[in-house]
């Protein structure tokens, strides 16, 4: 079975410029999650989605990311401008819809993200 | 208050020692519970749930006090393999979501 896909695994940008995350989760999975974790810290999770609704983005920084799962499946996480605080792995991960259990998450390769 | 709290570590074992790792969680409402390992620079991977009756799964036990907000991995017999980051993971749950909270992670490194 595939798992979850990311592009690109890596980016280096300049700070205030844009960047942009793709994510392919595992098919079948309803609900994908985008998570950052700097170095020498957990993933922290940024913003959920249960198909194309957003389920959770309490900590996403909106006035410089946004996301979006228009069709359901893949998903795009958007920085814009990058600050140099921004840099990190974002890990994309997908589950079975919320409510079926057991809500194993499955992460995909991330994207290492460096701004200068 | 961090709402996961681990042991920084790192730790530094020999082969075949035994080696426990504890953590604490803020959230009494919490439901669920997880140890997940990650390799360097790999994401993280589900290594086992953790439930009140406590649960093994070969040479790890995980256990699981919700009087105390309190959650251990016991690995026994270590191997080189099991050199690894393991995050202390926490569900709030609640049905509308299905958010993870991560610990920073504890640094095992088992030694020939």
């Known amino acids: 079975e595939a798992g979850v896909a990311q592009s690109p695994r890596y980016k280096i940008i300049e700070k205030r410029q844009s960047v942009a995350f793709w994510c392919n989760p595992i098919s079948g999975h309803a609900t994908l999650y985008w998570y950052q974790q700097i170095l020498g810290q957990g993933p922290k999770l940024l913003i959920q989605f249960q198909n194309n609704g957003v389920v959770d983005d309490s900590q996403l920084p909106k006035d410089r990311f946004s996301a979006e799962r228009l069709k359901g499946v893949d998903s795009t996480l958007k920085i814009q401008p990058a600050k140099l605080e921004d840099s990190a792995v974002y890990l994309c991960a997908s589950s079975l819809p919320i409510g079926t259990g057991p809500y194993e998450q499955y992460f995909g390769p991330g994207t290492r993200l460096t701004v200068t | 208050r961090k709402e996961v709290e681990q042991d920084p570590g790192p730790f530094n074992v020999p082969e075949g020692a035994t080696v426990a790792f504890n953590c604490t969680y803020s959230?009494?409402?919490?439901?669920?519970f997880f140890w997940y390992r990650q390799d360097c620079r790999k994401e993280p991977k589900l290594l086992m749930s953790v439930y009140s009756s406590g649960n093994e799964d070969g040479r790890f036990t995980a256990q699981l006090n919700r009087a105390s907000q309190y959650i251990s991995l016991l690995i026994r017999d270590s191997k080189l393999s099991d050199s690894a980051t393991y995050l202390c993971?926490?569900?709030?749950?609640?049905?509308?979501?299905?958010?993870?909270?991560f610990g920073t992670g504890t640094l095992l490194a088992v030694q020939p």
């Open positions: 993971v926490v569900s709030p749950g609640g049905g509308a979501t299905n958010k993870l909270i």
């Open positions: 959230n009494s409402a919490s439901q669920s």
